[in-house]
């Protein structure tokens, strides 16, 4: 059973391997980070816990996921402390694709923030529930490939090719 904490190996090209960890079951979905660690052998649990981050935690299928092999459960180490990340959200002019206003879900409500996103929220994830190949797909290259990733300052990285 997957539960809150499980920690999972993400199948990469090349032999390759990522990490995540399953932090907090949302209504939105689950919410997982996932760790800047790639390499072909599967560390130490505990070194994957104690590597930084990739990118801020995302929402997900990741039930989908571990069904279908995608990723697959490694470990679990319990969740002490959530932190909520927040993330942004917009309603767009879809002749432009400009934003009109910008929102921030704090996991409870949605705040209406204005028609300019403040710096304060521009670190943050955008609101949807990432397809687990999207995820895969963001690991190997750094893209970002959703709307929007030009007005917020989405955390870039290199992949590396351990």
Do not use: C
């Amino acid at each position: 059973m997957i539960k809150v904490g499980t920690i999972f190996e993400i199948q990469l090209s090349g032999y390759r391997k990522a990490f995540g960890q399953y932090i907090h079951k949302d209504r939105m979905g689950p919410i997982i980070k996932v760790f800047n660690l790639i390499t072909k052998e599967r560390p130490d649990q505990n070194i994957i816990l104690n590597s930084a981050l990739l990118f801020p935690p995302i929402i997900t299928g990741l039930f989908a996921a571990l069904k279908a092999g995608l990723w697959v459960p490694i470990g679990f180490d319990e969740v002490k402390q959530f932190d909520y990340p927040g993330f942004v959200s917009t309603l767009y002019d879809q002749k432009t694709g400009e934003a009109n206003i910008w929102f921030y879900w704090d996991g409870n409500k949605s705040i209406r923030l204005g028609t300019e996103l403040q710096d304060e929220f521009k670190n943050k994830e955008y609101l949807m529930v990432w397809d687990p190949n999207d995820v895969v797909h963001r690991i190997e290259t750094g893209e970002y490939p959703f709307p929007y990733k030009d007005l917020i300052l989405f955390n870039k990285f290199s992949p590396r090719n351990e």
